[in-house]
């Protein structure tokens, strides 16, 4: 493999160069290694039959699942191995040894089952870099507790957070805390590769989902911060519970289900709204003088607010009170955001092709780097579709090594 930094590396992506061997499933963990393929990173797929019932596995052929396949492991190669297998163990073992880092995120059983926790991978390479990406992290009570993202969203306390004061607990609709992890998983593989660079060191990354959900908590940290307690975490709905401010929430706007968000926080903004919306007479009624007044009688206001809302389309709203320096937003659904313009105008929506050929369309990274912006060159791989490329070039088996390992039952 040639070395980060050689000449005749592409220099549009920062991580050229660069071998991970993906153990990876469902979300959390592909969205992290999506990270680095985006950024140029070699990025090898070792997959398994017995996965193919996942949603985004290879034999998920769901709108849905070949969805999130394509986009939660676009430019990454796929191999099919049989770790159940010594042949298939083998074989990941040559892998890892020329590769720079490993990521993994299954319960703490799995890697230990295979002989590949991270003594045995610094065996196979001095200086690799692991990523474990568990629920709850490798050591404390509850180390060998397996989860999904609505079982780490409720131990969070997000779901808790969730919904409006008079009703259960309702929780995100989607798996907020495997985006949050794989955000963080990417993170820190970067760390370790700028330790790596500097000492020549390698690493574990022991990264605890639960943990990082969990340090996104704001109003639960700032509680506890200022009363040592945290009785004051409520569900608030659409306000805040930490800050004095108003109007602030989501309010009903012309059209079926059509909704506009409106952030008020200063009295310079306060004023600014009592203009666009024509300076009724309630704005100037002393329960709404100060901010304070506003939060206690924030009922009362979003009524108010509501009979201008309900008059005029969430992206009339949004329009108006922009262009005044007021914080709005169109409450968008899916369909909306398909078609939003700003993501549109900045590429977020990108349009790669599979292995027949065939466009798909997946997310783009959030952010642009003027050197090296990086982006997927392909879509999720078809299972097992890089297989003779890695065995016969990454790894150099010959044919008959590859007919015993076939015959053993080493590849899926």
Request: with cysteine; hydrophobic share 40%; charged share 20%.
């Amino acid at each position: 493999m040639m070395p980060v930094g050689s000449q005749g590396l592409d220099a549009e992506y920062a991580l050229e160069g660069v071998r991970v061997v993906d153990f990876t499933w469902i979300h959390a963990g592909p969205s992290a290694t999506r990270v680095l393929a985006d950024q140029g990173a070699e990025v090898i797929k070792v997959e398994s039959n017995t996965a193919l019932a996942m949603v985004g596995g290879p034999g998920s052929r769901t709108s849905r699942g070949l969805g999130s396949r394509h986009n939660w492991n676009a430019g990454k190669l796929s191999v099919s191995l049989n770790m159940k297998t010594p042949h298939g163990v083998d074989i990941a073992s040559r892998l890892i040894a020329v590769s720079d880092v490993v990521a993994e995120n299954f319960s703490a059983r799995v890697m230990r089952g295979w002989g590949m926790d991270y003594q045995k991978l610094r065996s196979l390479r001095s200086d690799i870099i692991m990523l474990s990406m568990s629920g709850l992290g490798r050591t404390g009570p509850w180390k060998e507790y397996v989860s999904y993202g609505q079982t780490l969203q409720a131990w969070s306390g997000l779901t808790h957070l969730t919904g409006f004061p008079d009703m259960d607990p309702c929780g995100p609709a989607s798996a907020y805390s495997d985006a949050t992890a794989g955000i963080v998983g990417a993170q820190a593989v970067l760390l370790a590769l700028i330790h790596r660079a500097r000492t020549g060191q390698g690493q574990w990354i022991d990264l605890s989902q639960f943990e990082a959900l969990s340090s996104i908590m704001g109003p639960l940290f700032l509680d506890l911060s200022a009363s040592g307690q945290g009785h004051n975490i409520r569900r608030a709905g659409n306000r805040l519970i930490h800050q004095e401010g108003g109007p602030h929430g989501a309010y009903r706007c012309k059209g079926e289900d059509r909704w506009v968000a409106i952030t008020v926080f200063t009295d310079n903004q306060w004023q600014a709204f009592c203009r666009v919306i024509g300076n009724p007479a309630w704005v100037r009624e002393k329960r709404f003088a100060t901010l304070a007044n506003r939060e206690l009688h924030a009922d009362e206001l979003e009524g108010l607010v509501e009979t201008w809302t309900t008059g005029l389309s969430p992206e009339d709203v949004m329009q108006q009170l922009q262009a005044v320096g007021i914080p709005a937003g169109v409450v968008q659904s899916g369909e909306d955001l398909a078609s939003d313009t700003q993501l549109h105008e900045r590429g977020f929506f990108q349009r790669v092709p599979d292995a027949l050929g065939e466009d798909q369309v997946i997310e783009a990274a959030p952010y642009k780097l003027s050197l090296t912006p990086g982006h997927a060159r392909r879509a999720g791989p078809d299972f097992g579709e890089h297989q003779d490329y890695v065995m016969r070039e990454v790894l150099g088996m010959s044919d008959n090594e590859l007919a015993e390992c076939a015959i053993s039952g080493a590849f899926d």
